[in-house]
């Protein structure tokens, strides 16, 4: 019992301190650019088309899913192409990114690279020259019929678009907030603490690193510890009140939405501490899972990667198919925990679509479909020709 208080209490300090303090950092820049633009790179793409795929792959390397959704509506209005939308897919990071880039940023940067790279690649063979989109949307079609299918006509042979009219409820933004005398005023509080536990816990994480990365003990005291425990522990309890709780009454806690800009800095603050609230939770279960995972099977996920050898990178595709980020994020910190080859993160990295998917889903359920299959393709050639062109790779850029 005293080994399953120790995993859990760690786990809930080093997740907010190690990955969280770094996320919050790295989503109020992006928000904060969102802001200070006013949306203007979404209008520009919407005046230039032909750089679709290209801005698209951008928009969806960011880390966070916030630049791939804002594609989605602009592709529901008929302004990118279906080769837009699939280069956007292919390049987003997702939350995933901020444990990879927290945790191993050199196997981020490759990872993402890559991704990147084949993002492009893939978008525009989808603009120019099809790849079967037509063949693979009829035979998707016999699923289940879109709400319409055509509109303004495709770039080249084989290119299918989907165009849809402003519909109701395709809007991305936000769910309105609830009021209550007592919850409202409290979850500012909470907000407020937060970013001053997200500050504290920057600095000790930075110091961490700069210290090479050593074992810290759990104490309370004036100490480079004890700031790491405190602030660890508090930003982590404050992350699940603002998860499960307080985004009702602070808003911005939807996921899968998002705003192509903000209103104020205070909105701006408020979106980045909601999603870093998300990804700590998620963060924590991945830790949890793990760490649980080998104290009650015993078996060593890392001897099962390696036995599994090239479908360790088909597994990784496969789970980049599930929407939303928490999968990723689970996978991304069994890679931290060298549980995983490089290989499959980096097919996970490019099959996984994140929150982004939700929008589409919610519009045109065929075109999310034929878009999770254009996504996978290239993550399981990329990521199986890694794996045997390189072998697994554990470990690769692990701090």
Request: proline content about 4%; hydrophobic content about 50%.
């Amino acid at each position: 019992m005293s080994e399953l208080v120790d995993i859990f209490v760690t786990s809930v300090r080093d997740g907010f301190v190690q990955v969280s303090a770094f996320v919050a950092v790295t989503v109020l820049l992006f928000s904060y650019v969102q802001y200070k633009t006013d949306g203007a790179l979404v209008r520009r793409l919407e005046q230039n088309r032909r750089a679709g795929p290209l801005v698209g792959a951008f928009m969806g390397l960011t880390p966070g899913c916030g630049g791939a959704i804002v594609m989605m509506p602009l592709y529901v209005r008929g302004s990118v192409s279906f080769g837009t939308v699939v280069a956007t897919l292919i390049a987003t990071a997702g939350d995933a990114a901020f444990v990879i880039l927290a945790l191993a940023p050199e196997a981020g940067l490759y990872a993402y690279g890559i991704s990147f790279v084949s993002a492009i690649v893939f978008g525009y063979a989808v603009d120019t020259v099809g790849l079967g989109v037509g063949r693979i949307d009829r035979a998707v079609s016999r699923i289940g019929r879109t709400v319409t299918d055509g509109g303004f006509a495709a770039p080249t042979v084989g290119s299918q678009v989907h165009h849809y009219e402003e519909a109701q409820g395709c809007e991305v933004h936000d769910d309105a907030t609830r009021h209550s005398p007592i919850l409202t005023p409290l979850s500012k509080v909470a907000l407020g603490a937060w970013w001053v536990a997200a500050a504290f816990g920057l600095v000790a994480g930075v110091l961490y690193l700069l210290r090479g990365a050593p074992d810290v003990p759990m104490v309370v005291a004036p100490s480079f510890a004890g700031a790491f425990t405190i602030f660890g522990i508090t930003g982590t309890a404050l992350s699940f009140y603002l998860y499960f709780v307080g985004r009702h009454y602070v808003g911005h806690g939807h996921v899968g939405k998002a705003k192509d800009t903000f209103a104020n800095a205070q909105e701006t603050l408020t979106h980045a501490a909601m999603e870093t609230s998300f990804v700590t939770v998620w963060v924590i279960g991945a830790y949890l899972l793990y760490e649980y995972g080998l104290v009650f099977t015993g078996i060593e996920i890392q001897a099962v990667a390696a036995a599994a050898g090239v479908l360790a990178p088909v597994m990784g595709a496969v789970i980049g198919l599930i929407p939303g980020c928490g999968p990723q994020i689970v996978l991304a910190t069994a890679y931290s925990q060298g549980a995983i080859p490089f290989s499959a993160l980096t097919a996970n990295a490019i099959s996984q679509d994140g929150d982004a998917l939700f929008p589409l889903i919610a519009i045109d359920k065929k075109a999310a479909i034929v878009a999770s299959i254009y996504t996978t393709i290239p993550a399981l050639i990329v990521g199986v020709g890694l794996h045997l062109l390189f072998g697994p790779m554990f470990g690769f850029g692990v701090l």
